[in-house]
């Protein structure tokens, strides 16, 4: 018996509840799968960005005729509060026989910095941010032609947060340079192999 201006409510059935839910769940999980789709796929375009710079240990080309030095044989390493910093110039001749290039932001990106160790064997002592960009045109070396340029790196010290930090325990010791470039006008050229030029070694104190 119903009255005039009354209202029915009614209830769902404990069957229409667990279809609701059964709908809100199999949502859930497809919002879940797009976004592990997408996750994946970012995870996918930074990692085939970073393939795009030249890695040490792929094949190289016969470096026979280009060279690389630091310009003295002896840097001091400054200490500034949580970083040590350096300015080591450097120069670079190709005599080749073809361009050498490379392609970054900000380019030319400087050499690595490594130190001997005492088996040797070389390890990295400071690794450059690069970012993940091109500026055109890129950075070449002309067959027959020199560049001349500065590491400049400010490296976190031991014990502290900063990054990128310096990697060798201890800083006194024999150290090198070694760039990683293209052979060829084209950076992007894959095809072209890639050479590995390193200098003399020099000694890096502390005051």
């Not at 400054?78 to 970054?104: C, K």
């Not at 930090?165 to 050229?189: C, H, M, Q, T």
Request: charged share 20%; glycine share 8%; net charge positive.
């Amino acid at each position: 018996m119903s009255r005039e201006g009354s209202h029915r409510v009614s209830l769902p059935s404990s069957m229409s509840i667990g279809r609701c839910f059964d709908r809100r769940i199999a949502r859930r999980n497809h919002i879940h799968l797009h976004m592990t789709r997408a996750f994946h796929l970012i995870e996918l375009v930074l990692l085939l960005a970073g393939c795009h710079a030249p890695r040490p240990g792929a094949v190289g080309a016969d470096n026979s005729g280009a060279t690389l030095r630091a310009d003295s044989t002896r840097f001091t390493l400054q200490t500034d509060g949580p970083l040590y910093v350096a300015s080591i110039g450097f120069h670079a001749a190709n005599h080749s026989g073809r361009a050498l290039s490379m392609n970054y932001c900000n380019v030319p990106t400087p050499p690595l910095l490594e130190k001997q160790r005492a088996d040797g064997s070389w390890m990295l002592a400071y690794d450059r941010v690069l970012l993940l960009c091109l500026t055109l045109p890129p950075f070449r070396i002309p067959d027959g032609g020199t560049y001349e340029g500065t590491l400049k790196f400010a490296a976190g010290r031991p014990g502290t947060t900063v990054f990128p930090k310096f990697e060798p325990d201890s800083i006194p010791g024999v150290y090198r340079l070694r760039w990683v470039l293209r052979a060829g006008v084209d950076p992007d050229n894959k095809a072209a192999p890639i050479v590995t030029i390193v200098s003399p070694s020099f000694r890096l104190t502390v005051p």
